[in-house]
Structures are given as structure tokens and as C-alpha cells.
């Protein structure tokens, strides 16, 4: 069992940055792979950017501005369209997934 926890969720404005973390406890040893992903209200989770062997994998729109960076989720140049809730992801060797409860991220215009 892992368990996960993000941080660092806040309410910036339009080009400002934020950095979020994701601890992770428990069977640690057994991550192979994290990553974050978003969601807002009525919509899907999708995925931000994630991270496997030493290999990162971004979407489209945040490619440029975000960077995975271990446990952290590094976000530059923030516009309103990235306000959601985003979470952590964790994969661990038996391909069980965790997720952590979320941190609120808000873009001002």
C-alpha cells in the first residue's frame, strides 16, 4: 500500500508559477512510475505529465510550461485553462495505482 498526499496548490494569476509536491508512504520501494493529472468538474481526469524508467511524457497544452521533476510538478506561465483539481498518481511494481485527494490550482485572469 502506498499513500499519497499533494501540496502546493494555491490561487495564482494569469503567467505566474506554481510548484506542487506529491508524498508518497508506505511500500515506496515498489514505485515504478508517477504522475499528475487534472480534473475539473464535468470532465474527464486527463493527464498532465507523467514519468517511468527515466522517460517524461507531457500533454499537448502544457508542454513547455511544465516540468516533472521527480515528485514534483513544476508549472510555469499558468493560464486560466489549467485551473483543476490535480492529482498524483503512483504505479507501483504490481501495477496497483494510487491516487492522493487533490490540491486546488486556480488561474486569475
Known amino acids: 500500500q502506498v499513500q499519497v498526499v499533494e501540496s502546493g496548490g494555491g490561487l495564482v494569476q494569469v503567467g505566474g508559477s506554481l510548484r506542487l509536491s506529491c508524498a508518497a508512504s508506505g511500500s515506496t520501494r515498489r514505485i515504478v512510475a508517477n504522475g499528475w493529472y487534472r480534473q475539473i468538474p464535468g470532465k474527464q481526469r486527463e493527464l498532465v505529465a507523467s514519468r517511468s524508467g527515466g522517460s517524461t511524457n507531457y500533454a499537448e497544452s502544457v508542454k513547455g510550461r511544465f516540468t516533472i521533476d521527480g515528485m514534483y510538478l513544476q508549472m510555469n506561465n499558468l493560464t486560466p485553462d489549467d485551473t483543476a483539481v490535480y492529482y498524483c498518481?503512483?504505479?507501483?511494481?504490481?501495477?496497483?495505482?494510487?491516487w492522493g485527494q487533490g490540491t486546488q490550482v486556480t488561474v486569475s485572469s
Open positions: 498518481n503512483i504505479r507501483t511494481a504490481d501495477w496497483s495505482s494510487y
